[in-house]
Structures are given as structure tokens and as C-alpha cells.
């Protein structure tokens, strides 16, 4: 079984035991990953669970293996098995591998201290990860009359199912199927990739804490697609609430969509920004 890992320790854990479990008798685990994602550590971990590891190293990334034997501690894998189960921080259930899985982000944090009461209409939360924004504008905007949640990671897009099923009211059967249909619903979830544009426009308002990483690079331009999406979908007199890194360069291009906007708050880390569209 061949694991290719992503940047969350705890997920590559998880994903050991994962392919562990799916070995067969005298199988081979095999591990690749670049070195600057951790590659060393990794091995070291994996060795404690299977003795003798083979490793070679090239081009800046590292491939190593250990085939099944009696002496594997199976006790080290079960307890990386418990790491694949969802968890919950502070009242949120969340998974190993998705964004801010350990805690609640500080950035999301900041905006949301900073979200006026008077949203209202049609929303959308862009990147919505596992649901942290989505809930705080829903609590603190009665007026919301719908929620769009667009998130690429479908794990994380379940988890906001969960984290946001208190904002849906109770539906009462009485037939099946129920009387009411998904695309009614006042808050809805979309899989989908932001940066290729958005499936439906005219939104009232649109908030988000766009990625800026690729893997483990920095990745600027994916917040700028972010914004041009955002500029795209909004109606004219919409509002843009958004919360990113203080260096990132992202004023020029809000004004280059056609968008004015103002800083409302910082810290030493992260900037607020509100847009209107003209």
C-alpha cells in the first residue's frame, strides 16, 4: 500500500493505520513525500511502529518502506487509528487533514468579532472550511434569508453540515419524500473549486478567509481568484468582508475589481477589509 501524505501530522498517522489495516500478510507500506513536508519525521514515526524501515532520498523528497512482520507494534497503530476520528473543538466537529483542525483560526476569529448585525438577503461564505464563519454570521445576522457555503474539501464541507444543522429548522414528514426540497433550504453547501467562479451571482453579501498556500507554497494568486470571484458574484451595493494576512497585497486587486474598500480592524498578524461594489 502506497501513502502519499498531505501536511497534517495527524492525518499521515491516521493514513498509516489506514494502510495498515490494508495490508496484506508480509505487505509492504510504502511512504513518498517531499523532505520539506516532513519526510524525515515521518520515517522516524513509522519506524517505531515497524522496526527496520529502507529509505532512499532524491530530488529533494524521500521514499521509504518497512514490509509486515510479528514484531510490528500493533498498539502504536491503534492509537494513530483513533486519530482518523472526527473530533470537536469548542462545540465544532472537525477531522484531521482540513484547515485549522487544532483550533479555531484567529483570523476567522477576527472577522467574525468584526461582522455588522445588519447583513442581510442572500450570503455567501467562500472557503467555508468546516463551518466557523457561516455560523457566526448566522447568529449574528437574523435578516440572513439564505447561506451559500462553497469549500473544495468535501470532508471539511461535512463537517459544516454538521456544525450548521442548528440553523436549519426541524422539517416535520409528512410524506417521503419530506415536503420541501435541498435547494429550499436556507442554508446550502456546495463542493465546489471558488477560483473557476461561482454557480449562481447576486449576492447580498460575501465573506471569507481566502487560502493563500498551494500545497506548501505560498500561493498569492489564489486569494486574488478568490476576490475576482467574489467581485463577480456580488450585486451592485454588495458588500465583501474579508480577513487576511497583513502582507498580503490584496487592496490592489479589490480595486482593480471594481471594488472600494476600507480596513476595519488588525492585529500583528492579520488585516479586516469590507468592500462595496460600485
Sequence with gaps: VMVLPG?????????????????????????????????????????????NIVSIQKHKCRAFHASETESWDEAIFSGWRDLAVPREISGFTVEAGIFSSDHIDPGSQ???????????????????????????????????????????????LACARKNLRQHEPEVTRLSSPPCYEEDEARVRFHWHDVTTGLPDGGYDAILMNPPFHTGQATDVDLGRAFLRTASASLKRGGKLLLVANRQLPYEAALEASGLSWRKIAEDRIYKVLFADKR
Excluded: Q
Design 7 to 51: 501536511k497534517s501530522r495527524d492525518e499521515t498517522l491516521a493514513w498509516f493505520s489506514l494502510a495498515r489495516d490494508r495490508l496484506e500478510s508480509g505487505g509492504t507500506l510504502l511512504v513518498a513525500m517531499p523532505n520539506t513536508a516532513g519526510a524525515g519525521r515521518f520515517e522516524k514515526e513509522l519506524s517505531k511502529a515497524t522496526g
Design 110 to 156: 477576527l472577522l467574525a468579532d468584526h461582522l455588522p448585525a445588519h447583513l442581510r438577503g442572500k450570503v455567501a461564505d467562500l472557503g467555508a472550511g468546516w463551518g466557523f464563519l457561516s455560523d457566526a454570521v448566522l447568529r449574528r445576522c437574523p435578516g440572513i434569508s439564505r447561506l451559500d457555503l462553497f469549500e473544495a474539501d468535501a470532508r471539511a
